[in-house]
């Protein structure tokens, strides 16, 4: 069974840090593509990174770039969004993804449950 | 970066056909993919490519494209379709890399 599990979200004042982690099982996650999505509230969706399998291309939307940093450990099937200077636009539910894109049209195949971060004061 | 627009809602009687339609010059170059995404839960793959169904998604579901356009089409709706449909693709502007619509609510009557 595939599983994406998210954690590390919760309350955050603005201009704070927060990281979140997805721990990843069911498939190869070497070999997996990976992005984070997010949907603030009553909203809809929003992409925000992008990694390839080895690391070495990353992606970033323009509302997060210079911010949030994505990373993956393979021989820890985890993914990770390392999110500073926080606003309070960036309230919302973040999901971990997998991306089977392949270079071509987005396939976000498998979605994590989402994990909720606030930024308020 | 890109636009991908969507109608913000649209309604079908219980069992007749919906479209759903998403349009952005992406679409020109691109496929879109699309995803159901009912209340309180995480987004659901349900077309992808030309006319690609996942494992499990019911074949009353269908993709086309046309120019700018990609449409989402459900033949014979159902109670359980009632839910947020989302188109993605890739930023042609090369911008950012993927962009999402704005999302479709689907009210079955």
């Known amino acids: 069974e595939v599983q994406l599990v998210e954690s590390g979200g919760g309350l955050v004042q603005p201009g704070g840090s927060l990281g979140l982690s997805c721990a990843v099982s069911?498939?190869?996650?070497?070999?997996?593509?990976m992005t984070w999505v997010r949907q603030a509230p009553g909203k809809g969706l929003e992409w925000l990174s992008y990694i390839s399998r080895s690391g070495s291309t990353i992606y970033y939307a323009d509302s997060v770039k210079g911010r949030f940093t994505i990373s993956r450990d393979n021989a820890k099937n985890s993914l990770y969004l390392q999110m500073n200077s926080l606003r309070v636009e960036d309230t919302g539910v973040y999901y971990c993804?997998?991306?089977?894109?392949?270079?071509?049209?987005?396939?976000?195949?498998?979605w994590g449950q989402g994990i909720l971060v606030t930024v308020s004061s | 970066s890109s636009e991908l627009t969507q109608d913000p809602t649209v309604s079908v009687a219980l069992g007749q056909t919906v479209k759903i339609t998403c349009q952005g010059d992406s679409l020109r170059s691109y496929y879109a993919t699309w995803y159901q995404q009912q209340p309180g839960q995480a987004p659901v793959l349900v077309m992808y490519?030309?006319?690609n169904r996942p494992s499990g998604i019911p074949d009353r579901f269908s993709g086309s494209s046309s120019g700018n356009t990609a449409s989402l089409t459900i033949t014979g709706a159902q109670a359980e379709d009632e839910a947020d449909y989302y188109c993605?693709?890739?930023?042609?502007?090369?911008?950012?890399?993927?962009?999402f619509g704005p999302g479709t609510r689907v009210t079955v009557l």
């Open positions: 069911g498939f190869t996650f070497n070999n997996s593509e």
């Open positions: 993804v997998r991306d089977r894109s392949d270079g071509y049209e987005p396939l976000f195949d498998h």
């Open positions: 993605n693709s890739r930023d042609k502007s090369g911008a950012q890399l993927y962009v």
């Open positions: 490519g030309e006319n």
